[in-house]
């Protein structure tokens, strides 16, 4: 199994929302706090954990405020032919 999750620099970003209308699991919002130059930040919430690191959110983001990060699980990963290093 894949999972995500997303670090936004909030300062950086501008509120502009693409990311949360391109995020395929509905999982980035705006935040409901200000940064410093007044605009409401991107923000992951994901309570139940569906965020597949899928990186359309960072792509899509005009300031490149968004930097995905993906765990995978080895049993998946091997189950699906991916190579992920060696296991002790």
């Known amino acids: 199994m894949v999972r995500g999750r997303i670090i936004v620099d909030?300062?950086?970003c501008k509120g502009c929302g693409l990311?949360?209308?391109?995020c395929p699991k509905g999982v980035v919002q705006l935040a409901d706090t200000f940064?410093?130059?007044g605009y409401?930040?991107?923000q992951l919430r994901d309570p139940q954990g569906i965020c597949t690191g899928c990186t359309i959110c960072a792509l899509v983001c005009p300031e490149a405020a968004i930097t995905v990060y993906r765990t995978f699980s080895i049993k998946t990963a091997v189950a699906d032919g991916v190579c992920v290093?060696?296991?002790s």
């Open 10 to 12: 909030t300062e950086r």
């Open 35 to 37: 940064n410093a130059a």
């Open 19 to 22: 990311c949360v209308a391109f």
């Open 40 to 42: 409401h930040p991107a």
């Open 85 to 87: 290093g060696s296991v």
